[in-house]
């Protein structure tokens, strides 16, 4: 049976802890015994063909050390999965900052398109416990994280991590620590504002810790928490001068008052100000602390707490760093909980980084939004809207409405009694890297576009990266798998990226880019072509498209059909009639260049005999199951677009070139079980792709039932691909593999034939529930999800690929969001009266 827990049960969780039955449960104590990592060692015949690539490849990495460059993907220096997160705190495009599932605050994205992989022990919640005598009894952090070797060894560190657990439902996360000898519980949750469809809160940069102290004992006890962050990301620049503290007192406009400190300094030229608070109410005591030393022993303040449950009355700011010093500050709340009772109490973090910095300056959107709602007290006089200030207040007074719209949102998927346990756990958990992805949400500062149509005038400007160590912004090949999850969720954003890569379409760039894969050089966009991805952080991202340096996406054969595809998948969901007639003409255009590609004219785009398409290793040539699958499904989907505009030559131009598509498709692929890789006679042409059916995927999405590829052909080919990829690989633990020989061996022409991409698994199974083969989708995605987050701990960070065994490649990647698309394919199957299948859930 497969499960979203690690060593846990469900007697750990008592229900009048509020703790949810859903999500990725785990011990604190809990060790992964599975060390997988990066360091895959290619096979001879593999070594043999990128031996010119890697020769370019190196340098390539020379060229951008020597002018302090980051290569957008580092193969020299891959990150290797720490095995250590959780759900992520902050909403969307403002920045985000990791939490693990021990307690601690890592992997920082403050910096705009950097994910910065480091744990600060000072960030850290403290708690004290006094008995009705106001002595001290008790004072640990709480965290089980390993003690800092160096700094703040005066603090104790040792929290028994058999008696904490960690629940995970994004955007929300439930953290239970056990404190036995003084019959005491504490349950933090943290709420972070990522909700569907808003567009507002969802921008916010923060998120609230809700602590509820359960006293069990018969005797009233004192209980303090303090919250501790320093300034920084855990970078060598947090020691540069001029980093301020001052109080924060902000009252909001129905009586919720924010108290506590923020912490002003400057990253990269950008400035910041983190904030941290406290909801002022009856029975909460607050005090804080403006300055203590985070790189110290931290006597300062524990010895403080120790003593007095509390901190000091604190002047309203503290003196400027000098270079070399960093700064760390406390809020304190301190509750008197009667025995048999229990008492919350509400933080809230908050960073504000209003303008954020590439080769040019951009404004956050977030800054557009008015979260004022109050009067300002103190020195805060004229302080912007979305100051530190007005976000800690805003977020405390506004967290009950997040929780409510998040419960309305998850509620009907819970409820769903068909839904295997694992699935809702992934299904939103997944959701991270909305707004962990590197995800910048801005202003749009381009004064042509239309204010009454454009929806880029209201909602801004959206990007996310393709990985965490691959720094493109929207990589579109990557981007129509994970797609779904905000065109399901913020239809909105999905429609202003679709506006960034029209408005792409018509632009040339006639720099010659010298290309790692040949060693050719090429312009760097060329007219009429879908970019491969709209730049890199490091350049000027939307003005300097396609950083993409290993091949000519001019050339690439599915980022055209992927961007039509999209178009009407988009207008299924939405029915936004603007939407479609401003992306009419654009397909059009990238259609005719397709068109091209059909050196023969039967119909049929042609691979050229290099990687043209996302999988830039696995070389296709000639007709491809994968390309051709695409290409009728785009032209299927101009003719529905042609038939609503009542273009009547587009209507006869692509009725005709499908029927002709059609035939050629299944003369040349179809081999009476599944359909070739590609008709090249090559020694893997016969392979067994598992994405293979990606076109009728995407068709089926869109609610087509209309038969583009014959229905018993899909069925044989989906058949094929269960019994062969997915339990021929590993006995169906893992998902499906890419490639299979028709032997049943593991097709090893290239690395990537051999890995399973996670999100690519999502899609199939998505696929595999639109034709009525649910019980194989929930069992092929199970045992992917269970190596990932159970296994080999590397939920909140999942990569792009896994291979058979102690491998994986691209940590923190986009396309995994596809397991939206199974939520959209479970939910058009369950409006048609899908069976009830209650065994799916212990597959």
Same mark, same amino acid.
């Given at each position: 049976?497969?499960?979203?827990?690690?060593?846990?049960?469900?007697?750990?969780?008592?229900?009048?802890?509020? =703790?949810?039955?859903? /999500?990725?449960?785990?011990?604190?104590?809990?060790?992964?015994? #599975?060390?997988?990592?990066?360091? @895959? &060692? +290619?096979?001879?015949?593999?070594?043999?063909?990128?031996?010119?690539?890697?020769l370019r490849y190196v340098v390539y990495h020379m060229y951008n050390a020597f002018h302090?460059?980051?290569?957008?993907?580092?193969?020299?220096?891959?990150?290797?999965?720490?095995?250590?997160?959780?759900?992520? =705190?902050?909403?969307? /495009?403002?920045?985000?900052?990791?939490?693990?599932?021990?307690? #601690?605050?890592?992997?920082?994205? @403050? &910096? +705009?398109?950097?994910?910065?992989?480091?744990?600060?022990?000072?960030?850290?919640?403290?708690?004290?416990?006094?008995?009705?005598?106001?002595?001290?009894?008790?004072?640990?952090?709480?965290?089980?994280?390993?003690?800092?070797?160096?700094?703040?060894?005066?603090?104790?560190?040792?929290?028994?991590?058999?008696?904490?657990?960690?629940?995970?439902?994004?955007?929300?996360?439930?953290?239970?620590?056990?404190?036995?000898?003084?019959?005491?519980?504490?349950?933090?949750?943290?709420?972070?504002?990522?909700?569907?469809?808003?567009?507002?809160?969802?921008?916010?940069?923060?998120?609230?810790?809700?602590?509820?102290?359960?006293?069990?004992?018969?005797?009233?006890?004192?209980?303090?928490?303090?919250?501790?962050?320093?300034?920084?990301?855990?970078?060598?620049?947090?020691?540069?001068?001029?980093?301020?503290?001052?109080?924060?007192?902000?009252?909001?406009?129905?009586?919720?008052?924010?108290?506590?400190?923020?912490?002003?300094?400057?990253?990269?030229?950008?400035?910041?100000?983190?904030?941290?608070?406290?909801?002022?109410?009856?029975?909460?005591?607050?005090?804080?602390?403006?300055?203590?030393?985070?790189?110290?022993?931290?006597?300062?303040?524990?010895?403080?707490?120790?003593?007095?449950?509390?901190?000091?009355?604190?002047?309203?700011?503290?003196?400027?760093?000098?270079?070399?010093?960093?700064?760390?500050?406390?809020?304190?709340?301190?509750?008197?909980?009667?025995?048999?009772?229990?008492?919350?109490?509400?933080?809230?973090?908050?960073?504000?980084?209003?303008?954020?910095?590439?080769?040019?300056?951009?404004?956050?959107?977030?800054?557009?939004?008015?979260?004022?709602?109050?009067?300002?007290?103190?020195?805060?006089?004229?302080?912007?809207?979305?100051?530190?200030?007005?976000?800690?207040?805003?977020?405390?007074?506004?967290?009950?409405?997040?929780?409510?719209?998040?419960?309305?949102?998850?509620?009907?998927?819970?409820?769903?009694?068909?839904?295997?346990?694992?699935?809702?756990?992934?299904?939103?958990?997944?959701?991270?890297?909305?707004?962990?992805?590197?995800?910048?949400?801005?202003?749009?500062?381009?004064?042509?576009?239309?204010?009454?149509?454009?929806?880029?005038?209201?909602?801004?400007?959206?990007?996310?990266?393709?990985?965490?160590?691959?720094?493109?912004?929207?990589?579109?090949?990557?981007?129509?798998?994970?797609?779904?999850?905000?065109?399901?969720?913020?239809?909105?954003?999905?429609?202003?990226?679709?506006?960034?890569?029209?408005?792409?379409?018509?632009?040339?760039?006639?720099?010659?880019?010298?290309?790692?894969?040949?060693?050719?050089?090429?312009?760097?966009?060329?007219?009429?072509?879908?970019?491969?991805?709209?730049?890199?952080?490091?350049?000027?991202?939307?003005?300097?498209?396609?950083?993409?340096?290993?091949?000519?996406?001019?050339?690439?054969?599915?980022?055209?059909?992927?961007?039509?595809?999209?178009?009407?998948?988009d207008f299924s969901l939405t029915k936004n009639e603007r939407y479609l007639a401003d992306?009419?003409?654009?397909?059009?255009?990238?259609?005719?260049?397709?068109?091209?590609?059909?050196?023969?004219?039967?119909?049929?785009?042609?691979?050229?005999?290099?990687?043209?398409?996302?999988?830039?290793?696995?070389?296709?040539?000639?007709?491809?199951?994968?390309?051709?699958?695409?290409?009728?499904?785009?032209?299927?989907?101009?003719?529905?677009?042609?038939?609503?505009?009542?273009?009547?030559?587009?209507?006869?131009?692509?009725?005709?070139?499908?029927?002709?598509?059609?035939?050629?498709?299944?003369?040349?692929?179809?081999?009476?079980?599944?359909?070739?890789?590609?008709?090249?006679?090559?020694?893997?042409?016969?392979?067994?792709?598992?994405?293979?059916?990606?076109?009728?995927?995407?068709?089926?999405?869109?609610?087509?039932?209309?038969?583009?590829?014959?229905?018993?052909?899909?069925?044989?080919?989906?058949?094929?691909?269960?019994?062969?990829?997915?339990?021929?690989?590993?006995?169906?633990?893992?998902?499906?593999?890419?490639?299979?020989?028709?032997?049943?061996?593991?097709?090893?022409?290239?690395?990537?034939?051999?890995?399973?991409?996670?999100?690519?698994?999502?899609?199939?199974?998505?696929?595999?529930?639109?034709?009525?083969?649910?019980?194989?989708?929930?069992?092929?995605?199970?045992?992917?999800?269970?190596?990932?987050?159970?296994?080999?701990?590397?939920?909140?960070?999942?990569?792009?690929?896994?291979?058979?065994?102690?491998?994986?490649?691209?940590?923190?990647?986009?396309?995994?969001?596809?397991?939206?698309?199974?939520?959209?394919?479970?939910?058009?199957?369950?409006?048609?009266?899908?069976?009830?299948?209650?065994?799916?859930?212990?597959?």
């Amino acid at each position: 049976m497969l499960s979203s827990r690690t060593n846990m049960s469900t007697e750990d969780f008592p229900d009048d802890y509020n =703790i949810p039955k859903f /999500g990725w449960k785990v011990k604190m104590d809990h060790v992964f015994e #599975e060390k997988w990592n990066q360091n @895959l &060692r +290619p096979r001879w015949h593999q070594i043999y063909q990128f031996i010119p690539l890697a020769l370019r490849y190196v340098v390539y990495h020379m060229y951008n050390a020597f002018h302090s460059r980051q290569p957008l993907m580092n193969y020299i220096k891959m990150e290797t999965g720490k095995q250590i997160y959780g759900a992520p =705190i902050g909403g969307i /495009g403002g920045g985000t900052i990791g939490r693990g599932y021990r307690g #601690e605050f890592c992997r920082f994205q @403050l &910096r +705009p398109g950097r994910v910065e992989y480091n744990t600060v022990p000072a960030n850290n919640f403290i708690v004290t416990v006094q008995d009705s005598q106001n002595k001290t009894v008790y004072q640990k952090v709480l965290s089980t994280y390993p003690k800092p070797k160096k700094q703040l060894s005066a603090w104790e560190w040792d929290f028994d991590g058999s008696q904490a657990e960690y629940t995970a439902l994004y955007p929300r996360a439930w953290s239970v620590f056990r404190i036995p000898d003084y019959s005491l519980t504490l349950v933090c949750r943290q709420v972070s504002p990522v909700i569907p469809d808003n567009y507002k809160d969802s921008t916010l940069p923060g998120a609230v810790f809700v602590w509820t102290v359960h006293n069990e004992g018969t005797e009233m006890l004192h209980v303090s928490i303090t919250f501790t962050f320093k300034n920084g990301c855990g970078r060598k620049d947090d020691r540069d001068p001029n980093c301020v503290s001052t109080t924060l007192d902000r009252k909001a406009e129905n009586g919720t008052q924010a108290v506590g400190v923020q912490i002003s300094h400057r990253m990269d030229a950008m400035d910041y100000t983190y904030g941290l608070a406290v909801k002022k109410k009856d029975g909460v005591s607050i005090s804080r602390m403006l300055r203590f030393d985070p790189a110290g022993s931290g006597a300062d303040i524990w010895d403080r707490l120790l003593e007095k449950g509390e901190l000091w009355a604190e002047p309203e700011t503290c003196n400027p760093t000098a270079s070399g010093e960093q700064l760390g500050a406390a809020v304190c709340s301190r509750l008197s909980v009667p025995a048999s009772s229990s008492l919350d109490t509400e933080m809230a973090l908050v960073w504000d980084m209003p303008k954020v910095h590439f080769q040019s300056w951009h404004t956050r959107y977030y800054t557009t939004q008015d979260f004022t709602t109050a009067s300002v007290s103190g020195s805060e006089e004229g302080a912007r809207q979305t100051s530190a200030s007005v976000l800690c207040a805003y977020a405390l007074e506004n967290f009950a409405q997040w929780e409510e719209a998040i419960d309305k949102w998850q509620q009907p998927i819970l409820d769903d009694s068909d839904l295997p346990e694992w699935y809702i756990s992934a299904l939103f958990n997944e959701l991270y890297f909305v707004a962990d992805g590197g995800t910048v949400w801005l202003v749009h500062n381009d004064k042509n576009i239309d204010p009454t149509y454009d929806p880029r005038h209201k909602y801004g400007r959206f990007a996310y990266l393709e990985g965490h160590e691959y720094r493109m912004y929207n990589t579109y090949d990557v981007h129509f798998y994970a797609s779904f999850a905000l065109a399901m969720l913020w239809p909105k954003l999905q429609e202003v990226l679709q506006y960034d890569i029209r408005d792409t379409l018509e632009q040339e760039n006639k720099t010659q880019r010298w290309h790692l894969y040949d060693g050719k050089s090429q312009d760097r966009k060329v007219k009429n072509t879908v970019p491969h991805d709209v730049g890199d952080p490091e350049e000027d991202p939307f003005k300097l498209i396609n950083a993409y340096p290993i091949h000519d996406v001019s050339e690439w054969r599915d980022l055209n059909l992927k961007y039509v595809l999209q178009v009407w998948r988009d207008f299924s969901l939405t029915k936004n009639e603007r939407y479609l007639a401003d992306m009419w003409a654009s397909c059009k255009k990238v259609m005719d260049t397709a068109e091209a590609w059909d050196t023969d004219g039967d119909g049929l785009i042609e691979n050229n005999g290099s990687p043209d398409q996302t999988y830039d290793t696995w070389v296709m040539k000639g007709p491809s199951a994968y390309c051709g699958g695409l290409w009728l499904a785009a032209l299927y989907c101009m003719h529905k677009m042609a038939v609503h505009f009542a273009d009547t030559d587009a209507i006869d131009k692509y009725a005709a070139l499908l029927e002709r598509g059609k035939q050629s498709f299944e003369e040349k692929l179809w081999n009476g079980q599944y359909y070739d890789f590609d008709s090249s006679q090559s020694s893997h042409s016969k392979s067994v792709m598992s994405d293979q059916l990606c076109g009728q995927w995407y068709l089926r999405a869109c609610g087509v039932t209309d038969e583009v590829f014959p229905s018993e052909n899909v069925k044989s080919a989906l058949k094929t691909i269960f019994r062969l990829n997915v339990m021929g690989f590993c006995e169906g633990r893992m998902g499906a593999v890419n490639g299979v020989l028709p032997s049943g061996q593991v097709d090893t022409t290239t690395i990537q034939s051999e890995e399973v991409w996670t999100g690519v698994v999502y899609g199939l199974c998505a696929l595999m529930i639109h034709e009525n083969m649910e019980e194989e989708a929930f069992l092929t995605a199970g045992g992917m999800f269970n190596t990932v987050y159970n296994r080999i701990g590397l939920g909140f960070e999942t990569p792009e690929a896994l291979y058979e065994k102690d491998h994986y490649r691209a940590i923190g990647y986009m396309r995994p969001l596809a397991i939206w698309a199974m939520q959209l394919a479970w939910q058009q199957r369950k409006n048609h009266k899908l069976p009830s299948h209650k065994h799916y859930a212990e597959v």
